[in-house]
Structure formats: C-alpha cells, structure tokens
C-alpha cells in the first residue's frame, strides 16, 4: 500500500468517525461527470474512462449503505448525449447495461429506472425493465437510475401523463385548471412517491446543473467535487456529508 493511500484511509476513518448519522441525507443525486477527461488524463480511451466510472458504482453505493442513505439517484445518460456519435454512443449504452444488470444481480439495491424509456433502444429498455422487476422485493437502497433522462424532459413527460389521465377520465381544460398544482404535477414525475433529493453532488468541477432533476432540487443543497468520477474516493464522499450536515437548511425562509 502506497504511504498516499495509507493517509487518506486514516482520513477518511477520522471524518468518518466524526459523521453524525442523524444529519447524513436521506436521497443523494449524483451527476456522474469526467469519465472521459479522466480517461485522456491517464491515457486511456473514451470507452475505458465509461467501464471505470461504471466500476465505481457499487463502491460509492456501498458507501451509501454505511453511511444509512436510503435513495440514490445516479445520472447515468442525458438526453443530450444520446445525440453523439453512433461509434461513442453504442459502446456507452453497452457499458450502462451491464451497470445496470450489476446492479441487480447484486442484491443489495432496487433498481428503478428514471428518464424516457422510449427515447432508447429496445435492447436497453429490456435491461432496465428486467432490473426493476428482478429487484422490486428488495428492501434495500432505492437507485434511481437516470438513462435517457433530461430534466425539461421530465416536466413536459409529467404534463403529458397529467393531460392524458385527466382526459381518460373526463375532465375538461376548465375543471383541470382549477385543480392543478405542484402537488398534482409531482405525481406525475420519474420521481412520483420518492422523497426529494436533499444532497446532490457533481464530481468533475463543473458546477452546474446541466437540468438534472430540476423540479425536485429545489431546495437540495449542492456539493460540486474537483476529481472526475472514476477517481471519487470515500472520503471525498464523507466531505460531501461532512459538508452538507454543516449547513443550515432554510428552505427559503
């Protein structure tokens, strides 16, 4: 073990130790950014940075299982980048499926899928459909996971659902007016009967949203890291508790 290694375990063991687990959120949103900068930094290709930001899934949940998390919501593939390239985007889509079949298999997680199912291929929303229904008796930590996912996305699927619903049941534009609110809309999200995310962290160092989970995140706090995904370490993700049980949630007030 390197001397750099052995520091930050001792680290980590030291913040680690100090984490009141009363304060640790309960729903983490994680944008799983610099995979491929972090695989031109080391030399490897586009398709290698994907397989290592995959690979770190299951630490990083296991982490969450220590640490009392009940609900992770992992940004695995926006709407916009199933614009790129055929030759980047069929590997990446072959790496996410077979993130997501670990994910199952494990044992410890269910899985649900966020994001429009139709805008993907049929071999991967087969992957996702399976996962739900192969871990639905679960009762572990609930993983989001966000595939073919865009926050405006989200919001306009939830207004379509909302319309449609009503008008299967005959409701009129009038009626619906004087009953819609966010509550009703809310029922209508990828999200619908989850607890909002109180924490999301963005590793890489960019620090913006990019619409991830823009209705729900409303009052969450925001932890942006400067290490690309693949090389987030535990205590870079205790800092982010460290940090977010430091705050003062106001919730606008």
């Avoid at 770190?56 to 390239?85: A, F, H, Y």
């Avoid at 009762?139 to 919001?155: P, S, T």
């Avoid at 299967?168 to 009038?174: C, L, N, P, R």
Wanted: net charge negative; with cysteine; charged share 30%.
């Amino acid at each position: 073990m390197k001397l750099r290694d052995l520091v930050y375990g001792l680290y980590a063991r030291r913040v680690e130790g100090r984490l009141d687990h009363d304060q640790v959120p309960k729903h983490i949103g994680v944008i799983l950014d610099g995979n491929r900068r972090w695989a031109r930094a080391s030399g490897g290709t586009t398709e290698q940075g994907h397989k290592a930001g995959a690979s770190k899934i299951q630490e990083m949940l296991g982490w969450c299982s220590e640490t009392d998390v009940e609900v992770v919501t992992l940004w695995m593939l926006s709407t916009d980048n199933l614009d790129r390239p055929e030759e980047e985007l069929k590997p990446l889509l072959s790496i996410i499926e077979g993130a997501v079949r670990d994910l199952a298999s494990d044992g410890r997680w269910r899985v649900h899928h966020v994001g429009n199912r139709d805008l993907l291929p049929s071999g991967t929303q087969a992957v996702l459909k399976e996962a739900e229904r192969d871990t639905e008796h679960i009762d572990g930590i609930l993983v989001n996971v966000a595939v073919g996912y865009g926050g405006r996305q989200e919001i306009a699927d939830a207004v379509r659902s909302l319309l449609l619903d009503h008008a299967t049941k005959g409701t009129s534009f009038e009626e619906l007016a004087e009953v819609v609110d966010i509550d009703l809309i809310a029922e209508h999200l990828y999200t619908r009967g989850q607890p909002d995310p109180d924490l999301v962290i963005r590793t890489s160092g960019e620090q913006r949203l990019s619409g991830f989970m823009l209705w729900q995140s409303a009052h969450s706090e925001y932890y942006f890291c400067e290490v690309f995904w693949p090389a987030f370490r535990k205590v870079d993700f205790l800092r982010a508790l460290r940090d977010y049980a430091a705050r003062h949630r106001r919730y606008g007030n």
